[in-house]
């Protein structure tokens, strides 16, 4: 949905045809902007969500970007370079073309069946969001194992079946004022319905989001300067 006059109205704009066997219990898309915008000219949106566009069950994380307030978008590109069922994806943008994602992965093709599926959490960059064919650089956030056993994505259904819901929704990122991107996460390790606690990473291995940022500024809190 996308707004022009301070949401008084709205008008809907397709960001993708993924076709007719898309598993909307998975999909989970979010949105950024990055700060390309001026006075007279809007930035640019990106769009990110998980989909099984390749197959029933291949849950791949999906990119698409406009340039003109949401109007029209691009054809959707894979971000994550691996196989296997990935969920819950989030992005943080910064300078023109520049995005950061996070996301949950399992090698497993069924994890939402398997009960001792391994799941990690996984970040990404692009610093060329905007072209038609972006790069993305992949890397792992949890240094091992943050969860075991099943995500289930059916909402309220999940207590019919009982369905693993330990983690919740909860994953995010954001970008430091040094450009670095700051992750948490829900985090249970090996232990099958073990006790969840959140994990904080600041990833340094990448470009910054932001062009011109200070990276002396990375990964501080508010209170180190």
Same mark, same amino acid.
């Given at each position: 949905?996308?707004?022009?006059?301070?949401?008084?109205?709205?008008?809907? =704009?397709?960001?993708?045809?993924? #076709?007719?066997?898309?598993?909307?219990?998975? !999909?989970?898309?979010?949105?950024?902007?990055?700060?390309?915008?001026?006075?007279?000219?809007? #930035? =640019?949106?990106?769009? +990110?969500?998980?989909? =099984? !566009?390749?197959?029933?069950?291949?849950?791949?994380?999906?990119?698409?970007?406009?340039?003109?307030?949401?109007?029209?978008?691009?054809?959707?590109?894979?971000?994550? %370079?691996?196989?296997?069922?990935?969920?819950?994806?989030? /992005?943080?943008?910064?300078?023109? #073309?520049?995005?950061?994602?996070?996301?949950?992965? %399992?090698?497993?093709?069924?994890? *939402?069946?398997?009960?001792?599926?391994?799941?990690?959490?996984?970040?990404?960059?692009?610093?060329?969001?905007?072209?038609?064919?972006?790069?993305?650089? $992949?890397?792992?956030? %949890? *240094?091992? +194992?943050?969860?075991?056993?099943? /995500?289930?994505? =059916? #909402? /309220?259904?999940? %207590?019919?079946?009982?369905?693993?819901?330990?983690? @919740?929704?909860?994953?995010?990122?954001? /970008?430091?004022?040094?450009?670095?991107?700051?992750?948490?996460?829900?985090? $249970?390790?090996?232990?099958?319905?073990?006790?969840?606690?959140?994990?904080?990473?600041?990833?340094?291995?990448? $470009?910054?989001?932001?062009? @011109?940022?200070?990276?002396?500024? *990375?990964?501080?809190?508010?209170? $180190?300067?």
């Amino acid at each position: 949905m996308h707004s022009a006059d301070g949401g008084l109205t709205w008008d809907a =704009n397709l960001v993708a045809d993924t #076709g007719p066997n898309t598993n909307t219990d998975e !999909i989970f898309a979010t949105l950024a902007v990055d700060d390309s915008g001026t006075s007279t000219a809007a #930035g =640019n949106v990106y769009s +990110v969500f998980a989909d =099984n !566009i390749n197959g029933p069950s291949a849950f791949d994380i999906w990119f698409s970007h406009s340039s003109d307030r949401s109007m029209t978008w691009s054809a959707p590109v894979k971000v994550n %370079s691996d196989k296997g069922t990935h969920y819950f994806p989030w /992005i943080a943008a910064g300078s023109t #073309g520049r995005v950061d994602f996070i996301w949950l992965d %399992s090698p497993d093709y069924t994890p *939402s069946d398997a009960e001792q599926s391994p799941w990690y959490t996984t970040f990404a960059q692009t610093t060329n969001g905007t072209a038609a064919m972006p790069k993305f650089n $992949q890397t792992s956030a %949890s *240094s091992s +194992v943050m969860h075991v056993g099943g /995500i289930c994505t =059916n #909402g /309220i259904f999940c %207590s019919i079946n009982n369905g693993n819901r330990d983690l @919740a929704d909860s994953i995010s990122i954001a /970008i430091d004022r040094g450009g670095s991107a700051a992750l948490a996460w829900t985090d $249970q390790g090996r232990v099958l319905h073990g006790p969840t606690h959140i994990t904080y990473g600041c990833n340094t291995s990448q $470009q910054s989001a932001y062009a @011109a940022a200070n990276a002396g500024s *990375s990964c501080k809190g508010p209170a $180190q300067k």
